[in-house]
């Protein structure tokens, strides 16, 4: 899949970057120090009340950056990486980077009220972690990209892609090992957060054009 941009054929930068700290958090956490692994799972893992009572915010980040096992990391990797293809030579590196990680923190917000608030027995007992609520994030500005640029987007892919998003939302619902709600948070955002990044193309576009017409009169 690619998208019609200029930029197509960059580098995802930012995306190998984050693929790279993911896998070095792995190797150092689950490999180099794999007799500590529940002691560094319980530092970098989020928990509602470690966040909101103990203050421990910088689980906010290392959730996003730690995860449970190498399929965990694998199948989150291999997603990360096909999004990353396609949405960041759209959008360029910077807004790449700050639509990735914006998700993730809704993500992680939205798991946070739903464990500790809605369903509060889960406060003190669940740890999520994973780059997941961040990845679904890009799954969410492609789906802005398709309501806004869908010109942009080949006609193979407009055919392909409700269906594609339909089972990456709903496909694992009833799974409940899955942080389902800091999946949905993260789409959320990512929709929000790339549908402004549209109008913002959108808008400079019009004003390029506005100017080359200026200039032939």
């Known amino acids: 899949m690619h998208v019609g941009t200029?930029?197509?054929?960059?580098?995802?930068?930012?995306?190998?970057i984050l693929v790279v700290i993911?896998?070095?958090?792995?190797?150092?956490?689950?490999?180099l120090f794999y007799k500590q692994q529940d002691e560094i799972a319980f530092y970098m893992a989020l928990?509602?009340?470690?966040?909101?009572?103990?203050?421990?915010?910088?689980?906010?980040?290392?959730?996003?950056?730690?995860?449970?096992g190498i399929?965990?990391?694998?199948?989150?990797?291999?997603?990360?990486y096909l999004l990353g293809v396609i949405v960041e030579p759209f959008?360029?590196?910077?807004?790449?980077?700050?639509?990735?990680?914006?998700s993730g923190l809704l993500?992680?917000?939205a798991s946070i009220i739903y464990n500790g608030f809605i369903i509060d027995e889960n406060a003190g007992v669940v740890f999520c972690a994973g780059a997941s609520g961040a990845i679904y994030g890009l799954v969410g500005a492609f789906v802005a990209i398709f309501l806004f640029?869908?010109?942009k987007v080949p006609a193979e892919e407009r055919r392909r892609f409700?269906?594609?998003?339909?089972?990456?939302?709903?496909?694992?619902?009833?799974?409940?090992?899955?942080g389902n709600e800091a999946h949905f948070g993260g789409f959320i955002a990512g929709v929000l957060l790339g549908s402004v990044y549209c109008a913002c193309m959108r808008m400079r576009k019009r004003s390029r054009t506005v100017r080359k017409n200026k200039l032939r009169r």
């Open 6 to 16: 200029e930029k197509k054929n960059r580098l995802p930068l930012i995306t190998t």
């Open 22 to 31: 993911n896998i070095v958090v792995f190797l150092i956490s689950d490999l």
């Open 47 to 68: 928990n509602p009340i470690l966040v909101l009572r103990g203050k421990e915010y910088w689980r906010l980040v290392t959730s996003m950056f730690y995860h449970f």
């Open 71 to 80: 399929e965990h990391l694998m199948c989150n990797m291999l997603m990360l």
């Open 91 to 102: 959008f360029g590196r910077v807004r790449f980077f700050i639509l990735y990680f914006v």
């Open 107 to 109: 993500a992680d917000m």
């Open 149 to 151: 640029l869908k010109d």
């Open 162 to 178: 409700p269906i594609a998003i339909f089972f990456l939302l709903f496909g694992s619902i009833f799974d409940t090992g899955v």
